[in-house]
């Protein structure tokens, strides 16, 4: 049966204090609705709506970078949670099979509890996800009868005793799609609010003689961001996790609080990241790797065994072949590092090719820009390429060539050749003492002439 998915986006996010539309600010180098969409992607919908609201257009685009085929539904007037999924039905005519309904700013929910709500749809024509509260604050309450979900009461419309409880409302629901539609069209607006709740559908159901039921999941999954300090908290619970994965999947962290993934990071097993690396989006991490302490990683390849850092900068494009070595005050972008090839200290390697087994010494750094274009630097195996070499490009080094320290190539060395590229060392015996004794001499002569 084909499952449908509607991610409720529209809202302001008043409390953010912010001019960018709330579900933008990102979670792990990604926008807080993609996290939503993420958890969605295990049911395999047929069609996703987003319904956007604030910021439309920004959120559309970011939502078209994810996945072309997610359907944009344009909330223009923010009444309702049940008024937004109404916005939704347009993208839905014709679907069949149930819709699941997830909020933009709830990025936690797990696929698992997706399913747990998927098989008690099976006893029940609705499905509400449900969690015990700490503190139940102003959330929606859940009414229930035994295993049975009477109606939701939300904060400002509830009684005392109703308050008291402290089952809550996640806001997450599966219906059977046109069920869920016609009772979305039901709802009136006749609350404290004056919105059209989706949790108003509950006790909608019951009068048609239809049953609703409750999922629970833990509270940490239903998260919900409306202030930076949440965004704060879903940063650290989406660290915390993600750390943990890294851990049962056979990565090292030897300060697991210190490491920051990205939602795209995978490290294979057997690598190991020492304290304080970040990982911006789109970095892998072969089997054996290390990565050593302060490095930051983004868009970049790291092959198996190679070393990285620590103090080294891997930017977009990347690319660290096997047994690499990257070292210290390193930075690295759009250049491919050659299999067993050495960059070792205090170099800057962008819009470049390395070859296989090569020698990078300390400081050296290809020009690659002269103002107005990037340039590309070619070097090839087996290569040595002296301490202090500025490589002017476009340049080629080739197969086991070789420069001298210090030089400033700006032509092709082809393969087997030395190219120097510096003043030739004049030596003046005596001159140094015979300098400073004239300058000693000169300074005393104007102490005495005061
Ligand atoms: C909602 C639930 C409440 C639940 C809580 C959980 C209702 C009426 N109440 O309350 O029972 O405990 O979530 O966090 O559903 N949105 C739109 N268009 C609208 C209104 C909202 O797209 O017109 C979106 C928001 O952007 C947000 C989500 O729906 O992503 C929830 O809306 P919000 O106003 O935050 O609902 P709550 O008052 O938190
Ligand atoms: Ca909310």
Redesign the pocket.
């Known amino acids: 049966m084909a499952t449908q998915l509607i991610v ?6 008043t409390r953010m204090l912010s001019d960018r539309p ?2 933008l600010h990102e979670i792990g180098h990604a926008p807080m609705f993609a996290h939503a969409l993420a958890s969605g992607a295990v049911l395999e919908p047929e069609r996703t709506v987003l ?1 956007v ?1 604030h910021g439309a257009e920004a959120v559309a685009e970011a939502a078209r970078e994810i996945d072309e085929a997610i359907a944009i539904a344009v ?1 223009e ?8 999924v109404l916005a939704a039905a347009p993208a839905l005519e014709g679907a069949g099979g149930d819709t699941v309904v997830l ?4 990025p936690f929910i797990r696929p698992e509890t997706l399913e747990a709500m998927k098989e008690a749809r099976a006893a029940h024509d609705i499905v509400v996800l449900g969690f015990e509260a700490a503190d139940p604050a ?3 309450r859940l009414i229930l009868d035994g295993d049975r979900l009477l109606r ?1 009461v ?2 400002k419309d509830a009684t005392p005793e109703e308050r008291a409880i402290a089952l ?4 997450v629901v599966m219906a059977d799609t046109a069920t869920l539609l016609r009772l979305c069209a039901a709802v009136r607006n006749d609350n404290a ?1 004056g ?6 559908i509950v006790a909608l159901a019951r009068s048609d003689g239809l049953s609703a039921t409750v999922v629970l999941c833990d509270e940490a999954e ?1 998260l ?1 961001v ?1 202030s930076r300090a949440d965004l704060a908290a879903a940063q650290a619970a989406f660290q915390a996790r993600r750390r943990a994965e890294a851990l049962a999947n056979g990565v090292t962290l030897t300060a697991p609080d210190t490491v920051f993934f990205a939602h795209d990071t995978w490290v294979g097993r057997d690598a190991l990241i020492e304290p304080n690396v970040i990982f911006g989006p789109g970095v892998t991490v072969e089997t054996g790797a290390r990565i050593r302490a302060f490095s930051h990683l983004e868009g970049c390849h790291v092959g198996a065994g190679a070393i990285v850092g620590p103090f080294a900068r891997l930017r977009p494009g990347a690319e660290l072949a096997n047994d690499s070595h990257v070292g210290n005050f390193v930075e690295i972008k759009n250049a491919r590092i050659g299999e067993g090839t050495k960059v070792n200290h205090l170099s800057y390697i962008g819009d470049a090719e390395v070859g296989d087994g090569t020698n990078i010494g300390a400081g050296t750094i290809t020009c690659n820009y002269d103002g107005v274009s990037k340039h590309r630097t070619e070097i090839g195996a087996r290569a040595f390429i002296g301490s202090d070499t500025m490589l002017v490009a476009p340049v080629r080094i080739g197969d086991g060539a070789m420069t001298a320290t210090g030089s400033v190539i700006t032509s092709d060395v082809p393969p087997g050749a030395l190219a120097v590229a510096r003043a030739r060392q004049e030596t003046k015996p005596g001159y140094a003492t015979r300098w400073f004794e004239k300058l000693k001499a000169a300074k005393a002569a104007r102490v005495k002439g005061h």
């Open positions: 409720l986006a529209a809202g302001q996010g709330k579900v319904v609201g909330q007037e923010q009444k309702g949670t049940a008024h937004a909020y933009g700013d709830t102003r959330y929606g939701i939300e904060f809550c409302n996640s806001g609010a919105e059209y709740y989706l949790t108003d239903t919900g409306n």
